[in-house]
């Protein structure tokens, strides 16, 4: 099946300071990926859809300033947290849907981030 | 939008035992209905998926069925085993054209499944 590669898959940061993780979708291109937040024993909540070429669109109450979202290809989307709080210690997953398949989505492994 | 619910949040069988999870779905509009397995530190991998046009999908140990009057879907797996352990989701979308339409996740149900 097709597979979606996440870095890092874990990072620890001390609080301030910015992070960033990529998704990339290896072996086909994605003209969407999304980003998930997940806390201990909770579902995954979207954060945003990331659209190749344009801005990405933020779900209700997530900020667009603090979680920077860069979609420059088919192939990688990337989610940079700015200025990273204790708070936004969380595990982050992003998915992507193959272009030419409509309905199945593909899921990275996930970026376990703590910020100190 | 569309809530998705699911039940239980946990279970637990005996090896060899059949699992059943299941989810309801508010939106009319979706068509798509993956169930995907997470295990401990693990990003979400895609088991099976139902489309509106069917009532029913086998894969081996796995089905999943689905009543589009009632608005729900269920995950069936037969002759649990050991490694089967691990939190279920189930989600829902419509399906649309150019790959934009996003899921909407049920809570999960950690299933463990015990010697």
């Known amino acids: 099946g097709a597979v979606v590669s996440q870095h890092p898959s874990r990072v620890i940061c001390k609080s301030g300071t910015s992070v960033k993780i990529e998704c990339r979708s290896l072996d086909f291109q994605a003209t969407t990926m999304f980003w998930y937040r997940q806390f201990p024993k909770q579902s995954l909540m979207l954060m945003a859809t990331s659209n190749e070429g344009s801005k990405a669109t933020y779900e209700q109450g997530v900020e667009k300033d603090k979680f920077l979202i860069n979609h420059a290809s088919l192939t990688l989307s990337t989610l940079t947290v700015t200025s990273a709080h204790p708070e936004d210690s969380s595990f982050y997953i992003c998915s992507a849907r193959d272009r030419g398949v409509a309905g199945e989505l593909f899921f990275g492994e996930g970026s376990r981030l703590t910020v100190l | 939008g569309e809530n998705v619910e699911q039940h239980p949040s946990t279970l637990s069988v005996q090896e060899g035992d059949s699992a059943v999870i299941k989810c309801t779905y508010s939106?009319?509009?979706?068509?798509?209905f993956p169930w995907y397995k997470q295990e401990l530190g693990k990003g979400p991998q895609l088991i099976i998926d139902i489309r509106s046009n069917v009532g029913e999908k086998k894969d081996q140990r796995i089905a999943v069925t689905l009543n589009k009057t009632a608005k729900h879907f269920s995950l069936h797996i037969t002759e649990t085993q050991p490694e089967d352990s691990a939190v279920y989701f189930c989600?829902?979308?419509?399906?649309?054209?150019?790959?934009?339409?996003?899921?909407?996740f049920g809570t999960g149900t950690q299933l463990k499944v015990e010697l």
């Open positions: 939106d009319s509009a979706s068509n798509y």
């Open positions: 989600a829902a979308s419509p399906i649309l054209t150019g790959g934009g339409n996003k899921l909407t």
